[in-house]
């Protein structure tokens, strides 16, 4: 019986193996076919990925193109998968081009960042998703769309997954929007980092560590944002554990928080809709809120200019994530019903508009005022924390959203 089941797995094997050879020579041509176009590329041209999924084991790099489109039959039928990675980090690279679409197609399980653009004017990702498919893990790529030093960037009906730090990072660009995304099972669903004139709207954030990320930090070429809107989103249930890298300045972001906004100034939360994020709805907080040593000396680590406005708060009653001082902190002073705005109090001493909080549906505040109340901002027992709202009654907010691009 033992010696009819071998030989009849041999045969099996023997006839699968001219299948998995001419498989494995269709994925080394088309990784080499697809690396050739993008170097052969010119102006005006259209590169197409193939149906199917598809092995790749090396970065694939577009440098210095113009006006280049490449497109998939859709991201759930063009697929690249890196999970052998063997070459490079990044799935798919490009760097010092101008006017790049990228269109219908996934990037799965590369070893760095899926896709990363860097150095360039004109870049569209749209119906791209990118996605770690063995869940959450530290040992994910870091990013999942990635324009980073770049300007005029558009992200629009695209999804990413499984991100260990941010599934859509934007950093240190200009004139960005950001639409009718879908992130879950990331650390940070969508951040805007050191970056100027960013709209954020009608994405869907859940699952993820924390929902939607604004900040400023140090030791960057581009020092400051500012100008970002962040609109008509759906932040849902962002309780998902932190599985950054030690060390990632995202793991330090409460599990359970909804939009985090970290020594910026001139932002504009209105219109979305916070639900079941179980820590903190919407957190205005000072880079001292790190407790990282801060040594650039042109960077502003304090907040100024929020505002924060007809949105809709709702969250079922329960503890923050008691894993982190904060959260701690939060369930010694409020029990199951912690405040969905919570502002440290650090305003910046040279900016007089502060914090902005108008018209927000069943929103429950504090201010920790955190340089007057610890040595230790997280000794909860002598606090006096402030819930009183007026004070940040500035008046109606009505800043010009254009959404046409």
């Known amino acids: 019986m033992n010696n009819h089941l071998n ?21 080394a041509n088309l990784e080499k076919d697809l690396q050739t176009q993008f170097i052969l590329a010119e102006p005006g041209d259209t590169i197409s990925i193939p149906e199917g999924h598809y092995q790749i084991q090396g970065t694939l790099s577009v440098e210095g193109k113009e006006n280049l489109v490449i497109r998939g039959f859709g991201k759930d039928r063009s697929i690249l998968s890196f999970l052998n990675q063997s070459e490079g980090a990044q799935g798919i690279s490009i760097t010092n081009s101008k006017n790049i679409l990228l269109e219908g197609f996934t990037v799965q399980d590369s070893k760095g960042d899926a896709i990363k653009v860097q150095y360039t004017d004109g870049i569209i990702f749209r119906n791209i998703k990118a996605e770690w498919t063995g869940g959450p893990k530290e040992t994910n790529g870091a990013y999942g769309l990635y324009p980073v030093q770049c300007e005029n960037v558009l992200i629009e009906h695209s999804i990413s997954i499984g991100a260990s730090d941010a599934g859509i990072y934007v ?44 900040f400023d930090l140090p030791d960057l070429i581009q020092k400051k944002g500012g100008n970002v809107h962040i609109f008509n989103n759906r932040i849902e249930s962002n309780n998902l554990f932190n599985f950054a890298p030690k060390g990632n300045i995202v793991g330090k972001i409460l599990p359970g928080t909804g939009i985090m ?30 407790e990282e040593a801060l040594n650039d000396s042109l960077y502003n680590p ?38 969905d705005i919570v502002y440290d109090g650090m305003q910046d001493p040279e900016n007089p508009i502060g914090l902005c909080i108008q018209n927000n549906e069943d929103a429950r505040f504090t201010d920790l005022d955190i340089e007057h109340n610890f040595e230790e901002w997280y000794s909860p027992f002598i606090s006096n924390f402030s819930e009183e709202m007026s004070p940040h009654n500035c008046g109606k907010q009505h800043p010009m959203i254009s959404t046409t691009k």
């Open 302 to 339: 304090y907040t100024a200019d929020i505002h924060i406005y007809n949105n809709t708060f709702d969250r079922w009653p329960g503890f923050p994530d008691l894993g982190y001082d904060i959260g701690q902190l939060l369930a010694v002073k409020y029990g199951r019903n912690t405040p």
């Open 261 to 290: 906004i970290l020594a910026c100034s001139n932002v504009h939360i209105f219109g979305n809709t916070l639900t079941n994020n179980k820590s903190i709805g919407t957190g205005v907080v000072s880079y001292f809120m790190t």
């Open 7 to 27: 030989f009849s797995m041999m045969k099996l094997i023997q006839a699968l193996t001219p299948l998995l050879l001419i498989n494995g020579a269709l994925f």
């Open 171 to 214: 950093g240190q660009s200009n004139d960005i929007v950001v639409r009718y995304n879908e992130v879950y099972d990331n650390v940070a669903g969508i951040e805007i980092e050191n970056s100027n004139n960013a709209e954020v709207y009608e994405n869907y954030s859940h699952g993820n560590t924390g929902g939607i990320l604004v």
